[in-house]
């Protein structure tokens, strides 16, 4: 197994940057592709960004495209999430999560990250 801690969430006004950080303990932290969902208040969770194991290759969504960066350190056994320009709608808990796979077509589905973080709060103000 893997342990997934999330930290760096905060309040921040619109425009501004937070940078998200997910510390992973137990097994090796380089054997997972890596991912970021947000959930708000009454919406479904929902896919960001993930990253491959080397760190090669990331997916983001849409709606996070040229605004966030995923990036993440095996020495230090964590993944990172950038997020500039932030707007309102980011306001969200944002989790990180772990996949032993990498799929192209399943990389948005949560039910193929097996680990979870607890979550951090973001909450953009206008």
């Known amino acids: 197994q893997v342990q997934l801690v999330g930290s760096g969430g905060g309040l921040v006004q619109t425009g501004g940057s937070l940078r998200l950080s997910c510390a992973a303990s137990?097994?090796?932290?380089?054997?997972?592709?890596m991912g970021w969902f947000r959930q708000a208040p009454g919406k479904e969770r929902e896919f960001v960004a993930a990253?491959?194991?080397?760190?090669?290759?990331?997916y983001y969504a849409d709606s996070v495209k040229g605004r966030f960066t995923i990036s993440r350190d095996n020495t230090k056994n964590t993944v990172y999430l950038q997020m500039n320009s932030l707007k309102p709608e980011d306001t969200a808990v944002y989790y990180c999560?772990?996949?032993?796979?990498?799929?192209?077509?399943?990389?948005?589905?949560?039910?193929?990250?097996?680990?979870w973080g607890q979550g951090t709060q973001v909450t953009v103000s206008s």
């Open positions: 137990g097994r090796t932290f380089s054997s997972y592709h």
């Open positions: 999560a772990a996949r032993p796979n990498w799929s192209p077509v399943t990389i948005r589905d949560a039910r193929e990250y097996d680990y």
């Open positions: 990253i491959t194991r080397p760190g090669s290759i990331t």
